[in-house]
């Protein structure tokens, strides 16, 4: 009979209830004996089978395919049913958390409402047009191929857990939201395109991120929102979809390497926010100000870099690819 080797480990967990502690929350500790392939949803349906059973969780498959039980594991975003337990602990301790960005029912069970709305909020349905066909809409088989990408999506909310952005701004519709509506922007039978694209560029939508990669790295099926929403930038951009101050701001950032090999910051911000645009640009005082006593004022003028040339003929290989 295999042999498998036990020991005991501390498990800390963040607990809330409503009806408990006036509904603040609270760690609790559970030494566990746990077995060498525990993962630690094994390790939590334990302690609620033997130790606890007022310890709220969700789970359902156990195989990584239903996504309901994302938590954070010692501060980041995983699927405890994936995550051994042998390759998170640390001195034979983990600390387990809800999901972040998400309200608390009780425990480790979050309130996936936001969630659910951003990502209704995007139309996840395919929007075809033209006249219905008398079988199937049938698409190239490497588009499809190129969309089983996001289409691996179990909407387990990890990426919107560590969302840096949506820590900070509630309206932004985040990174599952928005590689869902990658998902049918893409899609050749969609005739949506363009409306879907124009929805994407208002406040709380593609401009927001700010590329810091959390979701990429804690996405469990490889779905790298991160890059699904550079995608929607770039057809934005493609589309004419440029009125913004995101896109303005990566069009001038582009061009003024292109041209002069060196980015020239006075310019970059002139640019995004339009010369004339005394209200924005006295926002900006403020910062000036700090830059320039602390010595850190970008040039008025900066100069070419001498390179410039071998910068041109880079842009020139990309543009004609
Ligand atoms: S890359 Fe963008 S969408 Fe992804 S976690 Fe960071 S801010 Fe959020
Ligand atoms: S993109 Fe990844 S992390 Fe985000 S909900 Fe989908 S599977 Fe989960």
């Given at each position: 009979m295999l042999q498998t080797a036990k020991k005991t480990i501390q498990i800390e967990i963040k607990r809330q209830d409503p009806e408990i502690n006036n509904g603040e929350s609270y760690n609790q500790i559970y030494d566990v004996e746990v077995e060498d392939w525990f993962t630690v949803l094994d390790a939590l349906i334990k302690i609620r089978e033997e130790i606890d059973g007022t310890l709220s969780l969700r789970c359902a498959c156990r195989a990584s395919i239903c996504g309901s039980c994302a938590m954070r594991v010692n501060g980041q975003a995983k699927l405890v049913c994936k995550t051994k337990l042998s390759v998170v602990e640390k001195n034979n301790k983990i600390l387990v958390e809800p999901v972040g960005n998400m309200p608390v029912i009780s425990d480790l069970v979050a309130d996936f409402k936001p969630f659910w709305d951003k990502f209704n909020a995007v139309e996840p349905y395919l929007k075809p047009e033209g006249e219905v066909p008398e079988g199937e809409y049938l698409a190239p088989n490497?588009?499809?191929?190129?969309?089983?990408?996001?289409?691996?999506?179990?909407?387990?909310?990890?990426?919107?857990?560590?969302?840096?952005?949506?820590?900070?701004?509630?309206?932004?519709?985040?990174?599952?939201?928005?590689?869902?509506?990658?998902?049918?922007?893409?899609?050749?039978?969609?005739?949506?395109?363009?409306?879907?694209?124009?929805?994407?560029?208002?406040?709380?939508?593609?401009?927001?991120?700010?590329?810091?990669?959390?979701?990429?790295?804690?996405?469990?099926?490889?779905?790298?929102?991160?890059?699904?929403?550079?995608?929607?930038?770039?057809?934005?951009?493609?589309?004419?979809?440029?009125?913004?101050?995101?896109?303005?701001?990566?069009?001038?950032?582009?061009?003024?390497?292109?041209?002069?090999?060196?980015?020239?910051?006075?310019?970059?911000?002139?640019?995004?926010?339009?010369?004339?645009?005394?209200?924005?640009?006295?926002?900006?005082?403020?910062?000036?100000?700090?830059?320039?006593?602390?010595?850190?004022?970008?040039?008025?003028?900066?100069?070419?870099?001498?390179?410039?040339?071998?910068?041109?003929?880079?842009?020139?290989?990309?543009?004609?690819?």
């Open positions: 490497d588009d499809m191929v190129h969309l089983v990408g996001v289409m691996n999506c179990i909407m387990c909310g990890a990426c919107v857990s560590d969302c840096t952005v949506l820590e900070v701004k509630d309206n932004f519709l985040g990174p599952a939201a928005l590689a869902k509506s990658y998902r049918f922007i893409a899609d050749p039978r969609d005739g949506s395109q363009f409306e879907r694209l124009q929805n994407l560029e208002k406040d709380g939508g593609i401009w927001d991120c700010t590329r810091c990669m959390q979701c990429v790295e804690v996405c469990p099926k490889d779905v790298d929102p991160m890059e699904r929403i550079m995608s929607l930038r770039s057809k934005s951009i493609e589309n004419k979809i440029d009125k913004n101050y995101g896109a303005r701001h990566a069009k001038s950032f582009t061009d003024l390497i292109k041209n002069n090999g060196i980015l020239n910051e006075v310019l970059l911000i002139l640019r995004t926010k339009g010369l004339f645009n005394i209200i924005e640009l006295a926002k900006l005082l403020p910062i000036a100000i700090s830059a320039q006593l602390a010595g850190k004022r970008p040039p008025f003028f900066s100069h070419s870099s001498k390179n410039k040339n071998q910068i041109k003929k880079i842009f020139k290989k990309l543009e004609d690819k």
